[in-house]
């Protein structure tokens, strides 16, 4: 091969690179990944195994459920393969927010949603909880979503 076609085929080799990379653009998102967000300095409770996939196909709950704009609107236009932000992007603080001390002001529900654990409690905790109520209304049995410190961090607090 002489320097000219070695050139031209890794010009080559470099733009089928850069077509794929176009044609597979887009997230793909895990069926199920443990929920244990990387700025968080240490986690404090166990990691959380969450069901992405069976949450849209089996609960049929919609990505606009729980992905939102930079407003808090949902995305309701968002289909399979679409990007998203993660939710530390915008509920940037790692973490719970303390008791307050007596006298101390309580937060408003949006500056307490400003810490990331909360965001994610209120966003999963919610659902469960009118899920499961509406269950037992329906049908007089327990509903299965789990609201319990232990079911949702299996082992719980990290010793
Ligand atoms: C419906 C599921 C669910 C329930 C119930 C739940 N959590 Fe969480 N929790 C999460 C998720 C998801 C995160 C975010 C974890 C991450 O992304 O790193 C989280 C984060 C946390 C964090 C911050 C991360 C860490 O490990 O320090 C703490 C602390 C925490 N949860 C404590 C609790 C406690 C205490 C309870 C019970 C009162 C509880 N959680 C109940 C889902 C749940
Ligand atoms: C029940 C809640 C829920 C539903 C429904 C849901 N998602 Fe998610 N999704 C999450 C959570 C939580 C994460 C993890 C975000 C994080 O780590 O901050 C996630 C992660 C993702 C990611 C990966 C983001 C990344 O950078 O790692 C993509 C892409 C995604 N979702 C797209 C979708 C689409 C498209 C739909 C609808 C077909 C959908 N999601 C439905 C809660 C949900
Ligand atoms: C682009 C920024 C952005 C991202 C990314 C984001 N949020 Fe939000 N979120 C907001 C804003 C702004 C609000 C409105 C202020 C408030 O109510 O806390 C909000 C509100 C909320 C609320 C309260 C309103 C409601 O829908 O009930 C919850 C719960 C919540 N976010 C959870 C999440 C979760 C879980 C994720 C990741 C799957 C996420 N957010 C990703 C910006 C964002
Ligand atoms: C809008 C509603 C909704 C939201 C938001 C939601 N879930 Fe669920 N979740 C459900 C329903 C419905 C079930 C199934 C309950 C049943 O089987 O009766 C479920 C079941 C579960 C289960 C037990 C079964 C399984 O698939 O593993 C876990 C764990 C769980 N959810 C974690 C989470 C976490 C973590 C989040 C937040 C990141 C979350 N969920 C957000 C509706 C929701």
Do not use: W
């Given at each position: 091969?002489?320097?000219?076609?070695?050139?031209?085929?890794i010009?080559?080799?470099?733009?089928?690179?850069?077509?794929?990379?176009?044609?597979?653009?887009?997230?793909?998102?895990?069926?199920?990944?443990?929920m244990?967000?990387?700025?968080?300095?240490?986690?404090?409770?166990?990691p959380?195994?969450?069901?992405?996939?069976?949450?849209?196909?089996?609960?049929?709950?919609?990505?606009?459920?729980?992905?939102?704009?930079?407003k808090?609107k949902?995305?309701?236009?968002?289909?399979?393969?679409?990007?998203?932000?993660?939710?530390?992007e915008?509920?940037?603080?790692?973490?719970?927010?303390?008791?307050?001390?007596?006298g101390e002001?309580?937060?408003?529900?949006?500056?307490?949603?400003?810490?990331?654990?909360?965001?994610?409690?209120?966003?999963?905790k919610?659902?469960?909880?009118?899920?499961?109520?509406?269950?037992?209304?329906?049908?007089g049995?327990?509903?299965?979503?789990?609201?319990?410190?232990?079911?949702?961090?299996?082992?719980?607090?990290?010793?």
């Amino acid at each position: 091969m002489t320097k000219r076609t070695i050139l031209t085929t890794i010009a080559a080799v470099f733009s089928s690179m850069f077509i794929a990379a176009i044609l597979f653009a887009g997230t793909t998102v895990p069926d199920t990944f443990n929920m244990e967000t990387k700025a968080y300095e240490e986690h404090t409770y166990n990691p959380v195994p969450f069901t992405h996939k069976k949450h849209v196909t089996d609960y049929k709950i919609t990505c606009g459920d729980c992905h939102h704009d930079d407003k808090g609107k949902a995305l309701t236009g968002l289909k399979e393969g679409d990007d998203v932000q993660k939710c530390i992007e915008c509920h940037k603080n790692p973490g719970k927010v303390e008791k307050p001390k007596k006298g101390e002001p309580k937060l408003t529900d949006k500056e307490r949603r400003q810490y990331h654990a909360e965001a994610l409690h209120d966003n999963c905790k919610d659902c469960h909880s009118e899920h499961n109520k509406k269950v037992k209304k329906d049908t007089g049995k327990n509903g299965e979503a789990p609201t319990s410190c232990n079911k949702c961090h299996p082992g719980g607090k990290i010793k």
